[in-house]
């Protein structure tokens, strides 16, 4: 009697060992593993372990006959894997059943058996998700800049001063290199607290991570801005006050609990691609005091709109401040991010859109009416969570 089940088993862990177990009771275990690309793709970020290495340790654990890395994609990759293998039955977790799976299995003739989820015996209960929360928790932060972006540049803001907006968003999904969430940032942090941030006054933590990472020993000419280390390093909702200085004047913090939540219910990402070697977003900048005002209007606007929480002010706001963006920096429209803008722009439930950071690619951070919703119609959608300490 042939038994398979299918997963990614990236986080190996007692859990799944226990699965197994109680799995191979029905008959010879075979494991499909999802293959490094499949999970890229649907679950928007790179595996742990190389499938191969999965592959070995799931191949190791003495329950398990045989197994296989899945050819197929998405949340069905294992139909090729089935197809070749013919089982007799066909084995999930309860928090892994769907009437897809349920339908595959009838149309092949497969028995179709749901587990509890159960630990062994003496052992807690343990799940790749609560495991990558932990993880996520204790990891270094990236932050989103909501509105103001460039003002943080004395060059942007000798024309008029203004305020930035950001929020520091815990780690919950993969930070991709060159996509706008302050990555050369945390690569810094994480030369000299690899683990997590210290404890310590957050705008102050922040000043040491600006300093750092501006060593005035650099030779490219480039200054990071402020409200990279400051979103990073200040937990919440934060504005910062720039007038023609690298550091702001002042810092405003929200902690408000209705406020976050409200963000985060219409806030996600789209994953498109990192900003292209060479690719310089400054060239052909149109700077002018009345381009600039535009930009610090919107961000003033964004930031009432945000304490009102409401969400056509906060919208029409947070579209205005990337307009103004573009303005200032044509150059952050690079080939192929108009394409993302006009295929998300019409979808009734899409309010408003930007790129995070500097642009040139990256992500598209989306105003949604509903974020849950969003996420779970459109699967390359991220959520977000903002960091509350």
């Known amino acids: 009697m042939k038994v398979f089940v299918s997963g990614c088993y990236d986080l ?3 859990g799944h060992v226990e699965f197994f177990r109680q799995a191979s009771r029905y008959g010879d275990l075979y494991v499909g593993i999802g293959s490094d690309a499949t999970i890229l793709k649907y679950k928007n970020h790179k595996t742990l372990y190389p499938e191969q290495e999965r592959l070995f340790m799931v191949k190791s654990i003495r329950y398990v006959k045989d197994a296989f890395i899945n050819q197929g994609s998405g949340v069905m990759d294992f139909v090729p894997t089935v197809e070749a293998l013919k089982p007799d039955r066909f084995v999930v977790n309860a928090d892994g059943s769907s009437e897809e799976k349920r339908r595959f299995c009838q149309e092949h003739g497969i028995e179709y058996i ?8 003496g052992l807690q209960a343990r799940s790749s998700t609560d495991i990558k929360q932990t993880l996520s928790q204790t990891g270094i932060p990236t932050r989103l800049d909501l509105a103001g972006t460039w003002i943080d540049q004395p060059y942007v803001s000798t024309y008029t001063p203004g305020w930035a907006i950001t929020i520091s968003l815990v780690p919950t999904f993969e930070v991709r290199e060159r996509c706008g969430l302050s990555t050369s940032t945390r690569n810094q ?13 957050p705008e102050m933590l922040a000043k040491l991570v600006f300093c750092f990472e501006n060593d005035p020993e650099r030779n490219d000419g480039i200054i990071s801005g402020a409200q990279d280390a400051i979103g990073i390093c200040v937990p919440g909702l934060c504005r910062h006050f720039y007038d023609a200085h690298y550091w702001p004047e002042r810092i405003e913090q929200c902690q408000d609990e209705h406020i976050l939540r409200w963000l985060e219910q219409h806030l996600c990402l789209i994953p498109m691609f990192p900003r292209r070697p060479g690719c310089s977003v400054v060239e052909g900048k149109q700077l002018s005091e009345a381009n600039v005002k535009a930009l610090v209007q919107a961000a003033d606007d964004c930031w009432e709109a945000i304490m ?13 401040s990337f307009q103004a963006q573009v303005t200032l920096f044509p150059a952050m429209i690079q080939p192929g991010v108009q394409d993302y803008i006009d295929k998300y722009a019409p979808l009734p439930e899409v309010l408003a859109w930007k790129m ?12 949604v ?3 849950g919703m969003f996420c779970q119609q459109h699967g390359e959608a991220i959520p977000l969570t903002i960091r509350r300490k």
């Open 12 to 14: 190996l862990h007692s």
């Open 114 to 121: 749901v587990l509890d989820r159960t630990p062994a015996e």
């Open 189 to 201: 942090i994480k030369r000299i607290w690899p683990i997590q941030l210290p404890d310590m006054d």
């Open 308 to 320: 009102q929480t409401h969400l056509e002010a906060f919208a029409a706001a947070y579209k205005a």
């Open 356 to 367: 995070p950071g500097a642009g040139g690619g990256g992500y598209l951070a989306l105003v």
């Open 369 to 371: 009416t509903d974020a």
